[in-house]
């Protein structure tokens, strides 16, 4: 089993940033691959970045490449999203996730979940 739980989200205005954080726990992991999801109401849950946790290979959605950044501090066990050029359409839940199939986690194929953080933009 993996925990996770979210922290960092809130309230910005269009064109701020705001950094996600996502603390790891539990089970080993590093062979997991840790991603960032976001759901915003009325709207289907959505994959924005993958990061493998051992090596640190990227990808992401072509929604969010150039605004957001994925990264990882192994020593902390601590996955981060640094969103920037945030947008009103940005606004959602936003989680962190974890699988130990990497084309899963491209595919936003997660099997682990921490519970989400809000995150508005206002325009």
């Known amino acids: 089993q993996v925990q996770l739980v979210e922290s960092g989200g809130g309230l910005v205005q269009a064109g701020g940033s705001l950094r996600l954080y996502c603390a790891a726990s539990?089970?080993?992991?590093?062979?997991?691959?840790m991603g960032w999801l976001r759901q915003a109401p009325g709207k289907e849950r959505e994959f924005i970045a993958a990061?493998?946790?051992?090596?640190?290979?990227?990808y992401y959605a072509d929604s969010v490449k150039g605004r957001f950044t994925i990264s990882k501090d192994n020593a902390n066990n601590t996955v981060f999203l640094q969103m920037n050029s945030l947008k009103p359409e940005d606004t959602a839940v936003y989680y962190c996730?974890?699988?130990?199939?990497?084309?899963?986690?491209?595919?936003?194929?997660?099997?682990?979940w921490g519970q989400g953080t809000q995150v508005t933009v206002s325009s």
């Open positions: 996730a974890a699988t130990y199939d990497w084309f899963r986690g491209r595919n936003g194929e997660f099997d682990y």
């Open positions: 539990g089970r080993t992991y590093s062979r997991a691959v």
């Open positions: 990061i493998r946790w051992s090596g640190g290979t990227t």
